[in-house]
Structure formats: structure tokens, C-alpha cells
């Protein structure tokens, strides 16, 4: 199987049919491979959204190979993986502004209306995404694919509850920032277009972390 690795929705979606074909840890490696898919989507501007249906795509795919004993949890983990990629990724992104705020820098306009706009999307069009693409599907039963969009519903609020966090500190960033900064005379910069979606990388290890540990106090 070739596939093209600078195409972040064609790479997911093979990195998820193996898998779930291997059908080890399928929560915990797809959501690590959804994040790190996450972050070059938005380096290159492709969006999430197109990554939920790469990512149920593979899935079927490993599914038809491995033929799992309980399908529907393997459909659970898939989706849980998705909202993990995605958090993790808008956690990265929180950190990135936050940080840049703390060292009295802000990044431009253009990227942060473009995080917004899609970290709005993902979380807004989350659900109807999976259902979409699960029903573009022919190997899943009507019961599996309820089943599977019934909690996605769930995840979309645990990722809304994420995504909320990064949309308030971006809009704290770099309008506030400028205004009070012009008051007390401090001199700020700005990082030059693209810096933002460079800056994720960097900050996915710390989002991971940060997330497993909140995750492990609940």
C-alpha cells in the first residue's frame, strides 16, 4: 500500500487501518497519530474535519481485515481517538498563544482567525462529520454506525469543553495584549505569519502530558 505522507488526511487514514488491524491500544495510538495528523493539517491548512473522515475510512478498512470480536468498542475507541487527537492539538495551540503572551509576543491575525475558524468547526460539526462518514460506509450494520455517532455525540462535548478554553485564550491574544501594552510602554513583537502552526509541534509532547494527568485525576 503506497501513500502520499505529505497528504496529513491520507497518512492518518493508513496509520489507522493498521491499527486497528493490529487491534493493540487502538485508543492511545490513533489519538497520538490523530494529534501529530492534527498539527500538519493546520500547518498546511486542511482543516480537522477532514481528518474524521480519513480517520473512519482506515478504520473500516482494518476492521474488514482484522474482524474484531466486539466491533462497536473498536468504532468506540476510534472515535475516542478522534477527540483525543483533536484536544490534544487544541491544547497544544492554548499553550503556544499562552506562551508567546508571557514573553510579550503575539502571532498574527491570519493565523489565529484560521485556529479559530477551525477549532470552531471541529467542535461544532464533530458529530455530523462521523455520522456522514460512517454512513458513506457499507461494511458497518445500522446498529453499529448508531451506536458509533451516539458517542460521538459524547466526545463532542468533552472536545468543546477543550476547544473553549483554546477559542478564550486566543481571543485574549493579541488584541488585549496590544491595548495594555501600549499603556504601560511595553514594547511587543510579533511572529511573522505561519509561526503559530509551526509553534504546535513543539508544544504536542506538553499537551499529552497535560492532558493524561488531568485525565488521571477524574
Sequence with gaps: MTTNTDDPSEAVKAEAEEIVAGGTEIRQRLGEAVAQAAEKAQQSGQGLLALVGAVLEGAREGLDRSVPADPDDVLRQVVDALGDGF???ALAARLAVEEARGSGRHFAQEDLARLREDLQAA?????????????GGRQLTAAQMSGACEHAGRVKLRLG????????AVRRDPILLGKESVRAGVST??????A??????????RAGD????????T
Design 161 to 168: 469543553g477543550v476547544v473553549g478554553t483554546v477559542l478564550d
Design 123 to 135: 467542535r461544532n460539526l464533530f458529530q455530523d462529520a462521523v455520522s456522514r462518514t460512517l454512513k
Design 189 to 194: 513583537g510579533r511572529h511573522a505569519a505561519g
Design 210 to 217: 497535560r492532558l493524561r494527568h488531568d485525565g488521571s485525576k
Design 87 to 89: 484536544s490534544q492539538a
Design 196 to 205: 503559530l502552526f509551526l509553534a504546535l509541534g513543539g508544544m504536542l509532547e
